[in-house]
């Protein structure tokens, strides 16, 4: 037995998914790319596994940290495990699509492995499914369609109480370049910028510690923080992101009104590659992201955006209808009756040997009914245990 229990074991941040989640999970993947397919995204299925030079390019070199790595045999070249698949979609878009009509709609879903869980997901290993949007002319208007469509998509799977966090993690960045802060405070600015410490930020720089302050106040519910948004003095980058974050909040709470949106835009956590307007999707009572999203750079000079969803974290948040009703068809029934029945929306658990007590055997397989006598005869189960 212990033996048994030693192989069972598996290293932290993994495990194994049984029946009935396993099951549940494909379900839900298959409704998210359905609902993503219906707005025009077109899936692609990029490798688990890379060359690392190509995997840890561009974007993907800020997920180097997060990903595993090991030797090719065959070419003898080091190659990557993906932490994350939008790094590979980008390369996707930059090269085999690179000559694809604009805006390239495309959506994706996969396992990644990551070298370290998060605090709040200790998880190394998961399922994400999600969506890129790339090269659109109107960054506004691509940003707010995936928000939109990332929070219409979390809702129709039946969770209540979804909220929009909107972030602009370059926002302080900008700041500090546009007031000229020396580089090595504005790297200490960020610590206590994601900790909300207006203390310690008031005190590493007199010229930014009042603005960034500003934005640690400005975060919250989307109506009040806009307002004190809009009136403060920025200038260069940072206006033009404080001017876009406005118009993306006011688009999506215009086409969807009854949606939970804050802001929070000295926020940078998480966002690793991103450099415009992204995004954290929460829900009441909920351990975790549902997922994240938001604008990066792909290749020199082509913008896109998109978002990522976290199918455990979701798993845990919507109600799964309850599965189709499992039928016991006895060993020596014809084929013809397991497809009608099959076809009625029954899961039909064949008999391999004839049985003589066909109630006991159908119970013993977690079975609900037996077609016994040309008939369905739903069990007793109370009686049966």
Request: net charge negative.
């Amino acid at each position: 037995m212990a033996n048994y229990l030693i192989k069972a074991l598996l290293p932290a941040g993994l495990e194994d998914l049984l029946p009935p989640e396993a099951g549940q999970e494909e379900v839900l993947v298959r409704r998210l790319s359905d609902h993503f397919a219906r707005y025009g995204y077109e899936r692609v299925k990029p490798p688990l596994l890379e060359f690392e030079g190509g995997l840890l390019d561009g974007i993907g070199a800020a997920v180097a940290e997060q990903t595993f790595r090991l030797m090719d045999p065959v070419s003898q070249r080091m190659m990557g495990l993906r932490a994350d698949i939008t790094p590979q979609v980008a390369r996707l878009a930059a090269t085999r699509l690179r000559d694809a009509p604009r805006p390239l709609r495309l959506s994706y879903s996969g396992e990644v492995l990551r070298v370290k869980g998060a605090q709040l997901r200790p998880q190394r290993e998961f399922r994400a499914i999600g969506v890129e949007l790339i090269g659109a002319a109107k960054a506004a208007m691509a940003d707010a369609e995936v928000i939109l469509l990332a929070a219409e998509s979390i809702s129709e799977l039946g969770i209540k109480d979804l909220s929009v966090d909107i972030n602009v993690p370059s926002m302080a960045r900008m700041i500090c370049e546009d007031l000229r802060v020396p580089e090595e405070i504005s790297k200490e600015l960020l610590a206590p910028l994601n900790r909300k410490d207006v203390a310690t930020i008031m005190k590493l720089s007199n010229e930014a510690g009042p603005i960034l302050a500003s934005l640690l106040d400005a975060a919250g519910p989307a109506g009040p923080g806009l307002i004190k948004m809009g009136v403060l003095d920025l200038s260069g980058g940072a206006a033009l992101l404080n001017q876009r974050l406005i118009e993306v909040v006011n688009l999506v709470l215009e086409k969807a009104p009854g949606l939970n949106v804050t802001i929070d835009p000295a926020d940078s956590r998480g966002f690793e590659y991103h450099t415009g307007i992204s995004f954290t999707l929460f829900a009441r009572d909920v351990r975790g992201e549902l997922g994240t999203g938001g604008r990066y750079l792909l290749g020199e000079d082509e913008l896109a955006t998109g978002f990522t969803l976290f199918t455990d974290v979701i798993m845990g948040a919507m109600v799964h209808p309850p599965p189709a009703q499992r039928i016991y068809v006895p060993f020596g029934v014809k084929t013809e009756v397991r497809k009608r029945l099959q076809g009625l929306g029954w899961i039909t658990v064949n008999g391999l040997v004839p049985d003589d007590d066909l109630s006991a055997e159908a119970a013993r397989l977690e079975c609900t009914h037996v077609w016994l006598d040309d008939q369905i005869h739903q069990l007793d189960l109370e009686s049966s245990y």
